[in-house]
């Protein structure tokens, strides 16, 4: 397990998503609502790179012809197949037992800290006036 | 339920080892305007004023919006310079033809309005201009890319010489017919433009679409593209019927045909259904001479795309069985949203040998490449 | 093989009317004096989807000498039922009369086949249980006209063509499903079109027998349409029975709509499950015909494919011809499948039965 930097907090926007390619591994991270969250940027089902999809909300209904939009911002909708997926937890609305995209923890870590050990910054170079956000796996 | 999932490597290899052949890729123009310098005044005027009608509702949307923009593209498929999906040919390089290894790809342009044009003149001309823009812009600058001789059906003579003037022009790989015409495809009437196919030792791909102005269930127009979507598969399973008892191959016994876009696993089940319905109506086709299998079985191919998607991942190969490895040609459908890729979209394991019938011998040998 | 006994549940057999005189008592004053002021009454309103004399249409053995095939109860008692001797056998009648253009009129043909079937057919054997036809284009009148005859526990199922003016699940065919549900009915959509529209989306075929091999792909925009638009979200207990759908076209939907699901249901939201599990929890079939694979480790692949044992329900379909002597189950299936199938199933789907 190893931590690696990946971005500058602030550097990815509410609502967007960073491609990032960390040890070999092609990652998606998310800023959901000031969040961050990481993804594996491959579709389970045929490998779409899913940081070219659209980042929704869940439409939702009880009933025919009553339509709700809610989680704004949290979901992700595969830029080829439409699956849709959770970005915060990587479950698929299809198939949420089943059907997942993997996720990475985040954690939003300073400069300071980071100048300490042990990081991996292969991308992003650091300084200990900044926060950072850090996956690991 | 179970789902599929691609928990496997790519397996980019594989394919380009093959010389893949993809059997459904469909480049776009960059501007309506791209048509113009192989149309003349007349048609260079008319479809700047009042453009294409067909039978349609909207004046430039389908009738079923997509879930994507650009009429259902995949999302990373926009070029950076901007235009449509699959209007740059870098681009279908990069993310189709060197990505994937592959040998030859076969062009299915659902551009240029002339294939369900209700001018037919002004069809045929659009046509024309789409295959020329096919071999001049395309084959010429790509020469993996093979092109499909457009025709207006609702012109027959127009058609027949359309044919004829690219047969022996090896940048033409087929005749594309879209399959939703006024009629079904079987009927009489189309019978010269078929014959010119076999003639002309042209395949026939029948890509999903056209606009016949016939509802897209034999009850009515659905509400969503959650049914029109499915409903593909059963405009093929209508195409198979008429072909086959309008007694198209007993005519025709050279025709070969390719059903694009249709999936496949429909289709052991109408045979069945075929062969049992036959022999109790069998007097009223007394043109028939084989049973409706055997006709399928000598002359209808398939291709893949959208590829069904089984509960049990391993029943796909089952249904392939049945109808025949040597049958079924893969196809991507670059660069829609459902297209296929060919590392993934087969979840099981597919023997070698027939995998390489799937994804190159059988294309081959279908379109007389070499 | 033919089926092990008596006791069977028969959830297709089709009684004809001889003409459409005979409907002319069972029509009230206005409409009996309507109907002859146009001589309708010598005219035939069979539906044109079911060509009497076509061979798939009744069985050599079954052919009458003379009439329509179905249109004698002693010779649908002899052969459907004396034959078969099932505990019930649903009577669907494939009459025009839904159909027909002016919605009055319809309703009133209508009401006149479901008092017709009730007198001439119902009260002479006690095994026979019925639909009740509608006049479909007008959903408001088929919710009166269901009302009506549900008070008749014979009526055990509401009968829809399959291919109509508009997909079955449209919204406004809603009143349809409320008045069955409102009184523990089935909806059985049987095979075949009105033309309203060609029944296929290429245009008008040439021959029947393109048309009959048709009505199965139809069944799939049936249930496209019946789940998309939420119709067993709104109606949550019930239950579409499809009849002489064919069966076997059942997996290769199931994946194909299953696959459009998971990418487009954003569009119909009110979905909570796939197609194919909302088939298996609301859609029962008919066996006749099955069109079955040539051999039993194909069909049996198929009857693991459809994943649900729940689903299919024995019938003859008489005086259809989909097989010859008493041999109208398909071959190999395990003993246990075959009881609910000849009646188990049917039982659970028609409340009224049991």
Redesign the interface.
Known sequence: MARHVVAQVGEIAPGTCKAVTVAGRDIGVFNVNGEHYALINRCP?EGAPLCWGQITGR??????????LTHVGEML??PW????FDIKTGQS??HPESVKARTYPVTIVPGEALAKGPYVAETVPVTIEQDYVVVEF | ?NVAVTDRQPDTAAQSNLGFVDCDVHPFVKSPADFDPFLSQRWRDLRASIGARSRTTFAGAPNYPR?SPGVGQRMDSWPEGGGMPGSDLKMMREQLLDKFGVAYGMMMPLVGSGLGERNVEFGAAMCTAANDWQAQVWCDAEPRLKASVQVNTEYVEAAVKEIEKRAGDRRFAQVMIP?????????RRYWPILEACAANGFPIALHLGGA?G??????????????E???Y???K???V??LV??GVFEHIPNLKVALVEG?F??L???T???D???K??R???PHLKKLPSEYIRDHIWVTTQ?I?????PE?LL??ME?IGWDRIMFSTDYPH??QDDPRYAIKVPIPAAEKQMLFRDNAMSFYGLT | MTIPGPGAIDVDIHPALPGTHVLLPYMDDYWRAHLKMRGLERDNYNAAAFPPN???NCRPDWRPAKGFPGSDFDTLKAQALDAFQPRYAICNVLHGGPAIFSEDLSAAFCRAINDWVAHEWLDRDSRLRASIVVPQHSPELAAAEIKRCAADPRFVQVLLW??????????MNWPIYRAADAHDLPIGVHAG?SY???????????????D???W???F???L??LI????F??FPRLKVVLLES?V??L????????????????????LDK?P??YAREHVRLSIQ?F????DHA?LL??IE?I?CEDMLMFSTDYPH?HFDGNDAIPDGLPDALVRKILSENALKTYSRLS
């Not at chain 2, 399959?179 to 009927?187: D, F, H, I, N, T």
């Open positions: 089902h439409f939702e209904s009880d009933r025919p012809g009553e339509y709700r909708r595969c197949h439409g699956w849709e609305w299809c | 339920m879930m399959p939703r015409g006024l009629e079904p495809l079987g009927r016949s016939h509802p897209s269930t034999g009850g009515g127009w659905p509400s969503f593209y959650h049914e979507h499915p409903s598969p059963q405009s399973e209508a195409l019927t008429s008892i309008e999936g696993a429909w052991p089940s109408l069945w259904r075929l049992k319905q036959y109790r109506l007097n009223e086709v959208p069904e998607e089984p509960e049990q029943d089952t249904t049945w949203w459902d | 076509a061979a798939i399959e291919m109509a003016e508009i997909p079955l699940g449209r919204r079109s309203r529209h060609p029944p296929t989306n290429l245009g008008w075929p040439s021959y029947y027998l393109e009959y091999v048709s199965s792909t139809g799939a925009g049936v496209n349409s998309s638009e939420g119709v979200t709104e064919g076997t076209w997996p290769a939907w199931m994946w194909r709509a299953n696959k459009t699901w998971r990418g487009v249901r954003a569009e119909v939201p009110w796939s194919a599990d015909p069109d079955g694979p040539p194909k692949k198929i494919e994943g011809w």
